[in-house]
T-cell receptor
Framework: EPEVTQTPSHQVTQMGQEVILRCVPISNHLYFYWYRQILGQKVEFLVSFYNNEISEKSEIFDDQFSVERPDGSNFTLKIRSTKLEDSAMYFC????????????????FGDGTRLSIL | KQEVTQIPAALSVPEGENLVLNCSFTDSAIYNLQWFRQDPGKGLTSLLLIQSSQREQTSGRLNASLDKSSGRSTLYIAASQPGDSATYLCAPAGSNSGYALNFGKGTSLLVTP
């Protein structure tokens, strides 16, 4: 069964450094997402991406964050200048969504990248 | 802003029991609702999806119901097994263009042999 893959599984970075988290969504999916989960807290939505642009973003997704689909397979999340509070598990997800009933399908999640900011 | 509450926060049951996990949400304008399972330190495994027009979905020993107008969903697990031990997350998807999932804090389930 196709799956969402994320790399690396664990990233350790010094505060203030840039970090890029990578994801390969399921190939026929059209919507791509990033979520994060701070240790012991609930999963939080960051951003959704469709047709090469952001379709929705949360308050957490400020100017320090950006997303990109640089080619036909990868989807990346960049944090420009990391802070201690960015330490979390970051999940990528993909799905087929839309107004038609057949498109109302689950979002599939990767195993996550654990980001540790020192 | 969508608020999702899951009750109970934690549950410990002996193997074989049937159990019900509850989820409530404040904004009934949802696209669908997914139930996930999360094992410690792991990712999210999708268990069931209920579209906003549906009332119920079943997969094996799992049955999920949705009452959109009252903002409630329940996950019923039949004949629980120790392998069912995990955190169960409820996540309604918004009907905005991005279909963002809003998660509850989860119910931590322990099934003892």
């Amino acid at each position: 069964e196709p799956e969402v893959t994320q790399t690396p599984s664990h990233q350790v970075t010094q505060m203030g450094q840039e970090v890029i988290l990578r994801c390969v969504p399921i190939s026929n999916h059209l919507y791509f997402y990033w979520y994060r989960q701070i240790l012991g807290q609930k999963v939080e939505f960051l951003v959704s991406f469709y047709n090469n642009e952001i379709s929705e973003k949360s308050e957490i997704f400020d100017d320090q964050f950006s997303v990109e689909r640089p080619d036909g397979s990868n989807f990346t999340l960049k944090i420009r200048s990391t802070k201690l509070e960015d330490s979390a598990m970051y999940f990528c997800a993909s799905g087929i969504q839309g107004l038609l009933e057949w498109a109302n399908q689950p979002q599939h999640f990767g195993d996550g990248t654990r980001l540790s900011i020192l | 802003k969508q608020e999702v509450t899951q009750i109970p926060a934690a549950l410990s049951v002996p193997e074989g029991e049937n159990l019900v996990l509850n989820c409530s949400f404040t904004d009934s304008a949802i696209y669908n609702l997914q139930w996930f399972r999360q094992d410690p330190g792991k990712g999210l495994t999708s268990l069931l999806l209920i579209q906003s027009s549906q009332r119920e979905q079943t997969s094996g020993r799992l049955n999920a119901s949705l009452d959109k107008s009252s903002g409630r969903s329940t996950l019923y697990i039949a004949a629980s097994q120790p392998g069912d031990s995990a955190t169960y997350l409820c996540a309604p998807a918004g009907s905005n263009s991005g279909y963002a999932l809003n998660f509850g804090k989860g119910t931590s389930l322990l099934v003892t042999p």
